[in-house]
């Protein structure tokens, strides 16, 4: 399984590496591991979905 860094996924997402660091420490990241104080996350990993665009995304039009 290949890895990636938090910082080679904030580039590809276009978020900050930070953000990243949450996600894993929040484990929304399947297969996300912490080595030596390092974040891996797997190439396969898909950026999760803000909670607020899934509750803005099933509301009814008016």
Avoid: S
Wanted: proline share 5%; hydrophobic share 45%; aromatic share 10%.
């Amino acid at each position: 399984m290949d890895f990636m860094t938090t910082k080679e996924v904030a580039c590809k997402w276009k978020v900050t590496e930070r953000m990243v660091q949450y996600h894993c420490k929040a484990r929304r990241f399947t297969g996300a591991v912490k080595i030596a104080g390092v974040w891996l996350i797997p190439k396969e990993a898909e950026k999760p979905i803000r909670g607020n665009m899934i509750f803005t995304a099933i509301q009814q039009p008016l």
